[in-house]
Every structure is written in C-alpha cells, then in structure tokens.
Nanobody, 120 residues
Framework: QVQLVESGGGLVQPGESLRLSCAASKFTFSIYYMSWVRQAPGKGLEWISDINSGGSSTRYADSVKGRFTISRDNAKNTLFLQMLGLKPEDTAVYYC?????????????WGQGTQVTVSS
C-alpha cells in the first residue's frame, strides 16, 4: 500500500515562501515519476508539477512556472516543492501523487494533503 505524507503547509502573506515535503514509503520511490497537485476551495484537483525518477527533468503548470521548484531526494524517499512569491490564488490543499502529469489521476495514489493559505 503506497504511503505519502505531506507536510510544510501553513498560513503566509502574499509574496512569502514555503517549502513542502512529502515522505514516501511502501513502494520503490526512486523509480517513479512524482507529481504535486492541489485543490483550491470549491475546485477540482489541479496538477502543478512533476519530476522524473532521477530528478533531472521537471515540468510545471503555467500557473506556477517560475515561482515553484520541484525536487526530490531518492536516498530519503522524499519529494519537495519550494514555493516562492506565493499569491492568494495559490491557496489550496497540496498533495504529492505517484506518477507523471499524464497518469497520476489514474494511479490514484496521493497523500492526505497539507493546507497552504496565502492571505494578508
């Protein structure tokens, strides 16, 4: 059973930064693409970034490109999301998910999420 545990969320002001972490277990983390997805209040799940198994290739949704950076530490089975220049529209529950942009939804493996609230 895949286990993904996100942490690092919180309440910040516009323009501030946060770094999210996702601890992975019970599967071979190092061979899988991983994604970050989010769900804003009243909206569906939105893919925002993915990273290949080795960490050498990353992709981003236009809404976060240039502000967010995805990375991973395969030795520690951990996925990260560095978020800079946060905006109120980034307010959402953030989830890490197994799989790339094309298949994370069908793999149906994500954690319980961590709340990010951006407000002045």
């Amino acid at each position: 059973q895949v286990q993904l545990v996100e942490s690092g969320g919180g309440l910040v002001q516009p323009g501030e930064s946060l770094r999210l972490s996702c601890a992975a277990s019970k599967f071979t983390f190092s061979i899988y693409y991983m994604s970050w997805v989010r769900q804003a209040p009243g909206k569906g799940l939105e893919w925002i970034s993915d990273i290949n198994s080795g960490g050498s290739s990353t992709r981003y949704a236009d809404s976060v490109k240039g502000r967010f950076t995805i990375s991973r530490d395969n030795a520690k089975n951990t996925l990260f999301l560095q978020m800079l220049g946060l905006k109120p529209e980034d307010t959402a529950v953030y989830y890490c998910a197994k799989g790339p942009r094309e298949t994370w939804r069908t793999l149906r493996s994500w954690g319980q999420g961590t709340q990010v609230t951006v407000s002045s």
